[in-house]
């Protein structure tokens, strides 16, 4: 189940089932509507499918409609979406944007800042990651400020800089955190700089962004990843889209592992977790997915 936006999740699933070659597996895809009458039609359709497992990047509330629709079928539905009830057979692998957000706020602390700055977009993720960031900052003594990209009070910014003990944190891609550092009036005075998880991913050398300090999952692949994904489709990958790949490729392992208990409770919150292109994982007893993280430096 994708929300079928660019650079959507779909592609990374459907890359998954080109490498499980010597795993027989079928991916049935239906792009979600933001109605409850669409999310009804594909729950009635993905079970006249036959499916075993429904993988969706929807929200947390239609995915726990989705779980409702399907657990009288016992069908399990894995969200990217932070929503978990395992009574209804609904578990969550979100890719933790609390725990990104609330490493780079520590770091932030230890760095003995004071503000900072988070430049977002009005996409959904930035918008979730602003306000991680916001609630870390304020837990970590940091005075927070939020600007748009485009916005005066953006221009502002670059026009007069962070200032002393400041940090500017970016929820945004690295395209338009190279072009926001581009158009600062003097950018000798170069502040502390954070990006995000999908910077890990975008293959692209950016000057101006050397030495950021970036969020990455422990035990991560995404450099190979972020190149297969590229090779494959001509554009950057997504940590969206790694936790997809992620969860088809463990959906098609577990039959050959579990046999009939592959999608059951006791087996998707196996203890030892899981590893893939995003690192190591697991899913607790609540359904709710665990990730670790660690800060790396842009080179």
């Known amino acids: 189940m994708s929300d079928g936006a660019t650079n959507a999740p779909y592609l990374a699933g ?15 895809v239906r792009r979600a509507g933001n109605d409850g009458s669409s999310l009804r039609n594909n729950a009635a359709s993905l079970r006249s499918a036959n ?7 929807v929200d947390a509330a239609q995915s726990a409609q989705l779980a409702a629709e399907l657990s009288g079928n016992l069908i399990p539905v894995i969200t990217l979406a932070p929503a978990a009830n395992v009574d209804r057979m609904l578990y969550s692998a979100d890719t933790d944007i609390a725990g990104e957000a609330k490493i780079m706020a520590e770091k932030a602390r230890a760095l003995k800042l004071k503000k900072v700055f988070i430049v977002r977009t009005p996409s959904a993720r930035s918008g979730e990651l602003t306000a991680q960031l916001e609630g870390q900052a304020a837990k970590n003594g940091l005075q927070a400020a939020v600007v748009s990209i485009g916005s005066a009070e953006a221009i502002n910014l670059q026009q007069t800089g962070a200032g002393a003990q400041a940090a500017i944190i970016f929820a945004t891609s690295p395209n338009l955190a190279s072009a926001f550092l581009a158009g600062q009036a003097n950018p000798a005075a170069s502040p502390t700089i954070f990006g995000n998880a999908d ?22 692949k995404l450099s190979g990843f972020a190149q297969l994904f590229k090779s494959t489709y001509g554009q950057n990958a997504s940590v969206r889209g790694a936790a997809i790949y992620d969860l088809v490729v463990l959906t098609a392992a577990l039959p050959q592992i579990a046999g009939a208990e ?9 203890d030892k977790g899981f590893k893939g292109q995003l690192g190591w994982f697991r899913i607790n007893e609540q ?4 990730r670790k993280w660690i800060l790396s430096q842009r080179q």
């Open 199 to 220: 910077w890990v991913l975008d293959l692209t050398a950016y000057a101006n962004l050397s030495g950021a300090h970036i969020p990455t999952p422990t035990e991560n």
């Open 51 to 57: 499916v075993d497992i429904v993988i969706t990047d």
């Open 287 to 290: 359904g709710r997915s665990i």
């Open 262 to 270: 592959a999608y059951t409770p006791r087996i998707l919150t196996n």
């Open 14 to 28: 459907k890359l998954a089932t080109q490498k499980l070659t010597k795993t027989p597996i079928t991916l049935v």
